[in-house]
Nanobody, 129 residues
Framework: VQLQASGGGLVQSGGSLRLSCAISGFRNADLDDYAIGWFRQAPGKGREGISYISRSDGSTYYEDSVKGRFTISRDNAKNTVYLQMTSLKPEDTAVYYC????????????????????WGQGTQVTVSS
């Protein structure tokens, strides 16, 4: 399975970007057989999950840091997952990764997920103030 992330770039604070994650190489499976997520790693920080779309019913979930500003979606016909980012802030500056095939759970204190089996190569998003 290969994941190819694209769409990053330089944008001013308050601007928008749409990231795409093209997924290929499934065997006897479709896109909705996998949980898909977007993760990011800011300079000097660890990688964090920010948005997820569940397998099967495609329910979407967001971490508090991006809720209300980012939208994750899935196009099964194109085998592509998108992350529409609006109202971008300088603190959104990071390398963004898409990943697939993990277990996502929610408890009262937040989301927990297993380490995804498949990762894309990352795309840089830089938000200037």
């Amino acid at each position: 399975v290969q994941l190819q992330a694209s769409g990053g770039g330089l944008v001013q604070s308050g601007g928008s970007l749409r990231l795409s994650c093209a997924i290929s190489g499934f065997r006897n499976a479709d896109l909705d057989d996998y949980a898909i997520g977007w993760f990011r790693q800011a300079p000097g920080k660890g990688r964090e999950g920010i948005s997820y779309i569940s397998r099967s019913d495609g329910s979407t979930y967001y971490e508090d840091s991006v809720k209300g500003r980012f939208t994750i979606s899935r196009d099964n016909a194109k085998n592509t997952v998108y992350l529409q980012m609006t109202s971008l802030k300088p603190e959104d500056t990071a390398v963004y990764y898409c990943a697939a095939d993990f277990i996502l759970q929610y408890s009262g204190s937040g989301f927990y997920y297993t380490d995804p089996h498949y990762w894309g190569q990352g795309t840089q998003v830089t938000v200037s103030s």
